[in-house]
Nanobody
Framework: QVQLVESGGGLVQAGDSLRLSCAAS????????MGWFRQAPGKEREFVAA????????GYADSVKGRFTISRDNSKNTVYLQMNSLKPEDTAVYYC????????????????????WGQGTQVTVSS
């Protein structure tokens, strides 16, 4: 049984930083891409960042490019999201997800491509 557990969310002020972590368990297959998505109240879940199994291919939403950094440690089955220069519009529930990939270098920006999801962690940025 695959389980993803996010941590690191919280309440911060604009300009602050947070580091989210997502530990995966029960993954008996590879490769798999990992991604971060977020959902604000009244809005659809949106792509934030994703990283391929090899770590060689990474993608970011335009809204976070230059401020957020995704990374992974396959030995720990963990993906991270370093969030700097946070803005009030970054306020949302952040979800990590796993996409059973067909190659070590692929990742997807589409929520529908992801097979497993965490329960989410709240990030609130005050102005």
């Amino acid at each position: 049984q695959v389980q993803l557990v996010e941590s690191g969310g919280g309440l911060v002020q604009a300009g602050d930083s947070l580091r989210l972590s997502c530990a995966a368990s029960g993954l008996t297959f590879s490769p798999y891409a990992m991604g971060w998505f977020r959902q604000a109240p009244g809005k659809e879940r949106e792509f934030v960042a994703a990283i391929s199994w090899s770590g060689g291919n990474i993608g970011y939403a335009d809204s976070v490019k230059g401020r957020f950094t995704i990374s992974r440690d396959n030995s720990k089955n963990t993906v991270y999201l370093q969030m700097n220069s946070l803005k009030p519009e970054d306020t949302a529930v952040y979800y990590c997800a796993v996409d059973v990939a067909w190659s070590q270098s692929s990742y997807s920006r589409r929520t529908s491509d992801y097979d497993y999801w965490g329960q989410g962690t709240q990030v609130t940025v005050s102005s």
